[in-house]
Nanobody, 127 residues
Framework: VQLQESGGGLVQAGGSLRLSCTASGLTFDEYPMAWFRQAPGKEREGVAYISRSGGNTFYADSVKGRFTISRDNAKDALFLQMNSVKPEDTAMYYC?????????????????????WGQGTQVTVSS
């Protein structure tokens, strides 16, 4: 299984960024997916989660209303649209795939559920 993130970079506060994650080595639509992030000196945190079907999502309070997670099962791709970004959004962002076997519309939010991880893409928000 390989997950490859892209789309990170430097953006000004208030701006937008779109992260992408392409998956290979797995049947993509069988896996719930998520975006996590980790800032220097801080623990990794879950940012956004999405069910296998894409019909259900869950967001951390810190990004609710600003970030949107989506997926394209036909293209084995996961996305994170980041709007109105803030300096505190600065972190390495990782996409992750949960274990298989969940119902199509279930959204697992326990980090322990996520077994496959990408290498990460850096997002830096300047004030």
């Amino acid at each position: 299984v390989q997950l490859q993130e892209s789309g990170g970079g430097l953006v000004q506060a208030g701006g937008s960024l779109r992260l992408s994650c392409t998956a290979s080595g797995l049947t993509f639509d069988e896996y719930p997916m998520a975006w996590f992030r980790q800032a220097p000196g801080k623990e990794r945190e879950g940012v956004a989660y999405i069910s296998r079907s894409g019909g259900n999502t869950f967001y951390a309070d810190s990004v609710k209303g600003r970030f949107t997670i989506s997926r394209d099962n036909a293209k084995d791709a996961l996305f994170l649209q980041m709007n109105s970004v803030k300096p505190e959004d600065t972190a390495m962002y990782y996409c992750a795939a949960a274990t298989g076997g969940y119902p199509r519309d279930f959204v697992p939010t326990s980090e322990d559920t996520y077994l496959y991880w990408g290498q990460g893409t850096q997002v830096t928000v300047s004030s």
